[in-house]
């Protein structure tokens, strides 16, 4: 869909108006006039150690505070924190650094729950700190991913760059997907 489509053919699309009328107001304020204006990628960032992240927006369903109680579940790996009811939901916690290898996840006040927008795997995943949302224009992803300490690289989409920081892409729907994840357990 071009950025300059009438928005009176929009009217019944609302996600596709609104979209629209974002990127008019960026040309705008950009001062590009009628120009085109490069494709925004919107992502949450999160830090896992001392690495940070970003997972698309699209994959993040909400990010919550850790909850007061997880009720271990029995004969479960050790990542498997439990399972907690947030918001009347049932779903299962996951300590994201032990899943991969990297030690526990301290659960200090500022660790986080990411609750992954999966429609067959709920799932919450437990990082140290999330840090926002993070934007980045088109030319500032590359393919190739970004060496990491924490033991992801299947999980890896790329890397965006920004100046000296670096944001390895996390995809969070391969790994709730992965057999790793799915075999939760304890052997």
């Not at 009438?6 to 006039?33: I, Y």
């Not at 918001?87 to 729950?113: E, F, I, N, Q, Y």
């Not at 970004?146 to 965006?160: E, H, L, N, P, Q």
């Amino acid at each position: 869909m071009s950025g300059h489509a009438d928005l009176h053919t929009l009217v019944e699309q609302p996600f596709a108006l609104l979209r629209a009328m974002e990127q008019r107001s960026r040309v705008a304020h950009a001062g590009h006039g009628s120009g085109d204006v490069s494709t925004e990628w919107v992502g949450v960032a999160f830090r896992i150690g001392q690495e940070q992240f970003v997972a698309g927006r699209e994959q993040v369903r909400e990010v919550l505070m850790l909850p007061d109680s997880i009720t271990r579940v029995p004969g479960a790996q050790r990542w498997l924190l439990g399972i907690a009811n947030l918001r009347g939901h049932l779903l299962p916690l996951v300590d994201m650094k032990l899943l991969l290898g990297s030690g526990r996840t301290s659960l200090r006040r500022s660790a986080r729950v990411i609750s992954v927008n999966h429609r067959e795997v709920p799932a919450g995943i437990v990082v140290d700190e999330v840090l926002g949302f993070r934007r980045f224009m088109e030319h500032e992803y590359s393919q190739g991913a970004a060496k990491t300490i924490v033991r992801c690289d299947s999980f890896m989409g790329g890397t965006y760059r920004r100046g000296t920081e670096i944001w390895p892409v996390f995809n969070l729907f391969e790994l709730v997907e992965s057999k790793m994840f799915l075999q939760a357990a304890a052997e």
